[in-house]
C-alpha cells in the first residue's frame, strides 16, 4: 500500500537498521529502554539486560508509553518511528 502523492513526499526515509534519535527529554533509561522495545523481548529480558527487575520495567515502560500518549508498546514505538503521523504538543515532553 503505497501513501497518496500529497503526503510521500512529507515521509520521512528509515533506512533499516539505523534509528532515528532517542528524543533527549526522555530519562536515562527511558532513553536506554525505547530502542529495546522494537525488538521481540520481553519486558523481563529488557529490564534484565538494564539491570532492573521485572516489575521496575514494567513501571518504566508505562512511564515511557505515558510520554509518548500511547497506551501500548506498539503505540510508542509508532510514535517515535513515524512523528509525522501525530499532531506536535501530543508528546509529554515534561
Known amino acids: ?3 497518496p502523492p500529497s503526503r ?3 515521509v520521512p526515509a528509515l533506512v533499516p537498521g539505523k534509528w532515528p534519535e532517542v528524543p533527549g527529554w526522555l530519562s536515562p533509561t527511558q532513553r536506554q529502554m525505547l530502542p529495546l522495545l522494537a525488538t521481540e523481548h520481553t519486558l523481563e529480558e529488557i529490564g534484565g539486560s538494564l539491570g532492573m527487575e521485572k516489575e521496575n520495567a514494567k513501571g518504566q515502560a508505562r512511564r515511557l508509553y505515558a510520554r509518548f500518549g500511547a497506551r501500548t508498546r506498539h503505540g510508542t514505538l509508532v ?7 501525530y499532531p506536535k504538543g501530543r508528546l509529554n515532553q515534561s
Open 1 to 3: 500500500m503505497s501513501l
Open 8 to 10: 510521500a513526499d512529507e
Open 79 to 85: 510514535r517515535w518511528l513515524r512523528p509525522d503521523l
